[in-house]
């Protein structure tokens, strides 16, 4: 018998992983399809007046026998990306084009969405959840089309084709280029500076480079490969004191996808920057920005625009003043070297001659290919930290007890294992969270560690989302995390670097808001929020992080029980704040370059290079290089989903600093903010406008005040309270 056909019969209902076989999702899913197209056949074909609540609510209540599609695709889902194989990708490969064709169906059923409008026009008095689930509903099905005439939904139909095949080629020219360039050094001296990871994974490079696979032979060509890859560039900008080869690399990347050949990429982005413009405008707005932001909790332009202008006057005399620290190391080194330079050729001062001989001339100036290795240089210097020391405080059993005691300490809540519970590899944890009452709140899965058939990076997922049944009975979620943190080995258990804990608390703040969600209606249930306001339950969690008082209560030594010294965490938070105002003025700078695109009103006919150096101006600091170009490599906002939306970075950042501050001043641990957080943010899900939900926790809107104290930047008299909203 396929599982997904009959009742689970588990503890909570729990998904029964060990007896889903991989020929059940195929057929659960076409079976789920037929019942789909039977419930909206019999929704359309209801001789009755279409109403809220027999053509809205229909398709989201009725659990049992109708939700088979969405209860195979939840399950198959979360496994391609946490526990997969070869025959599961393959059913992917197979499933995904019928599941796109069948939500094509359901979105452009011209007769179900007759139905919607109507009641879209009368309807009953809705409470804002039920207006919420409406408007959804409604804006999902105009929003690809539904209002337009038959040549409008074939014109969307070429936009949207033609968009995403550019973006498909954006991309592909993009690994292409970043491909295609190689730095490769065969003379060991200059590789200086560089550590020893960076040398071998080089070394490793060269030899895959000329074909020669495995062990690396004594015998076998001496010489090192660097790409425009992360892994291999970010250490040799940082590191290598070879600053011609920083420069050829620097220059490489930042050129990439602009040469005269088939990767160039100018053209393509301005024709997406075209169609989306097109694409907006048919649907009856004005321009790409106006139809992204509102569905969004910035609401309009002129809120992102505010928020970005605002960053930039706060932190821009920070960034200069980081900027001259830096240009003061930077002259003194180039005299230090100047200085030997100038001694080996028998001279006690460095003359013009002699410095010019040398590429650090006396005249030299910091360049963007020096930020990197200064920025190190600089950090080290004033603060001589590490991510691996910390690692001995931060023994993962701890780190989850840690963890849990925060939520136990802040909401009551308490965690209990529970082996009954299936799992899906025997790595994975099942638990059960009770309420502070001792009511049964949800299940939590923990997925900590890599292996072979999972994703990288985290993210927090459901097996079973809250809502409130047609009996009246609340279905608590299933939540489940999924990490990739350091393993344990044979004589250490698993230690984690700080930045591990910090992605931890960051799913599990997720994890908080699908576990306390309180709602009627599953869509608009825990996480199913605004894009632009999903970051703030997670984020939110990070800031304990840093907070002495937490670290306290689990951070010892794994091997002598020390407590992690004071002293040590007072010097990591201050090296993050490290350059805080330089690195706030880049992610502006992005900001503003999306912003300026996705604003046209008109025809964008443009050069792309010189617009870009126009952009983002403000938020620049010294001068821009002529040949180099951002946008042609930015893939967030020309191949992702981050069109009109890079804003959302900062704006996630101003709402945690915010809503922390909150913490900070009526106590980190304090139950009463906890509860009215929890309240009105955590359990309230998508059901109204963020900025309302906000509002009520906060007693006001959100301001960039609390993140600019977190930086340490000064905040300045004239500076008047900065909105972030309209
Ligand atoms: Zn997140």
């Not at 998904?15 to 076409?30: G, H, N, Q, S």
């Not at 209002?147 to 139909?157: F, H, I, N, P, S």
């Not at 209606?521 to 997670?538: A, C, I, K, Q, R």
């Amino acid at each position: 018998m396929n599982p997904f056909f009959e009742p689970y019969n588990t503890p909570h209902d729990t998904v029964p992983f060990d007896r889903i076989r991989l020929e059940d999702f195929e057929e659960a899913f076409m079976e789920g399809i037929r019942r789909d197209n039977e419930q909206i056949e019999k929704t359309i074909n209801n001789p009755a007046k279409p109403t809220f609540d027999n053509t809205i609510i229909n398709t989201e209540e009725d659990e049992g026998y109708y939700d088979l599609l969405s209860r195979v695709s939840t399950v198959f889902f979360n496994l391609l990306s946490a526990e997969t194989n070869d025959e599961m990708d393959a059913l992917a490969q197979k499933m995904q084009p019928i599941l796109t064709q069948h939500a094509n169906d359901v979105r452009l059923n011209p007769r179900l969405f007759e139905r919607i409008r109507q009641v879209h026009l009368h309807h009953r008095k809705l409470t804002p959840e039920e207006k919420m689930l409406l408007d959804n509903c409604y804006e999902g099905f105009v929003r690809s089309g539904a209002l337009l005439d038959e040549a409008g939904k074939e014109r969307l139909r070429q936009l949207t084709e033609e968009a995403s095949m550019l973006s498909l080629q954006f991309s592909q020219n993009l690994l292409k280029e970043q491909k295609a360039f190689t730095l490769d050094i065969t003379d060991e001296a200059q590789l200086d500076g560089l550590p020893e990871t960076a040398r071998e994974a080089a070394a490793q490079e060269y030899l895959e480079g000329l074909g020669v696979s495995g062990e690396r032979l004594e015998d076998s060509p001496k010489g090192w490969r660097f790409t425009l890859d992360m892994p291999s560039y970010s250490p040799f900008m940082t590191y290598s004191t070879q600053r011609e080869l920083r420069k050829q690399l620097y220059m490489a990347r930042n050129t990439i996808c602009t040469h005269d050949n088939a990767e160039n990429n100018i053209e393509i982005c301005k024709r997406l920057i075209n169609l989306r413009r097109e694409i907006a405008q048919l649907l009856g707005y004005k321009t790409y920005a106006d139809y992204v932001l509102k569905r969004r909790m910035a609401s309009n332009t002129r809120g992102v625009y505010r928020l970005l202008n605002d960053l930039v006057d706060a932190y821009k005399p920070t960034a200069v003043k980081e900027r001259e620290e830096l240009s003061k190391l930077f002259s003194a080194e180039c005299r230090t070297e100047n200085v030997e330079f100038a001694t080996a050729q028998g001279h006690t001062q460095p003359t013009t001659a002699v410095a010019n001989s040398k590429l650090y001339t006396l005249n030299s100036k910091l360049q963007p290919w020096d930020l990197g290795f200064y920025s190190h240089k600089l950090q080290m210097k004033k603060y001589n930290i590490d991510q691996e020391m910390l690692r001995p405080y931060f023994e993962l059993s701890k780190v989850i007890e840690g963890i849990f005691g925060l939520a136990n300490k802040l909401y009551g809540i308490t965690f209990k294992e529970n082996k009954d519970i299936p799992v899906y590899h025997p790595d994975v944890k099942a638990y059960e969270v009770f309420d502070k009452d001792g009511s049964y709140l949800a299940v939590f899965y923990a997925d900590f560690h890599p292996r072979k058939g999972k994703q990288g990076g985290a993210w927090m997922t459901e097996y079973q989302g809250q809502y409130i049944d047609k009996k009246g009975e609340n279905v608590r979620p299933h939540v489940s995390v999924v990490m990739n943190l350091t393993k344990p080995t044979e004589d250490k258990p698993a230690l984690l670097t700080l930045g591990e804990v910090e992605t931890f608390l960051h799913e599990f703040g997720h994890s908080l808001h699908g576990m306390f969600a309180n709602t009627r209606f599953e869509s608009l249930s825990g996480t199913n929020v605004w894009w632009d306001f999903v970051e703030l339950p997670s984020q939110f969690m990070e800031n304990y992080s840093v907070e002495k008082d937490f670290l306290r209560t689990f951070a010892f030594h794994y091997q002598t029980g020390e407590p992690l010294p004071d002293e040590l965490i007072d010097r990591i938070v201050k090296s993050r704040n490290f350059m805080a105002a330089t690195a706030c003025l880049r992610q502006v700078s992005f900001g503003l370059l999306d912003m300026a695109y996705y604003t046209q009103k008109d025809e964008f006919t443009e050069d792309i290079i010189p617009f870009e150096k126009q952009a983002w101006k403000k938020a620049i600091l010294g001068e821009q290089l002529p040949d180099t170009c951002m946008t042609v490599q930015f893939s967030h906002i020309m191949a992702g989903g981050y069109a009109a939306g890079y804003y959302s970075y900062k704006w996630a950042e101003v709402l945690d600093a915010d809503a922390f501050s909150v913490f900070k001043k009526e106590g980190i641990f304090n139950q009463e903010t906890a509860q009215r957080f929890r309240d009105e943010v955590l359990s309230k899900g998508g059901t109204e406008h963020p900025m309302t939900l906000y509002k009520r926790f906060r007693g006001g809107e959100p301001t960039i005040d609390a993140l600019l104290k977190r930086n340490g930047i000064k905040i300045h008299k004239t500076h008047k309270t900065h909105k972030t909203h309209g």
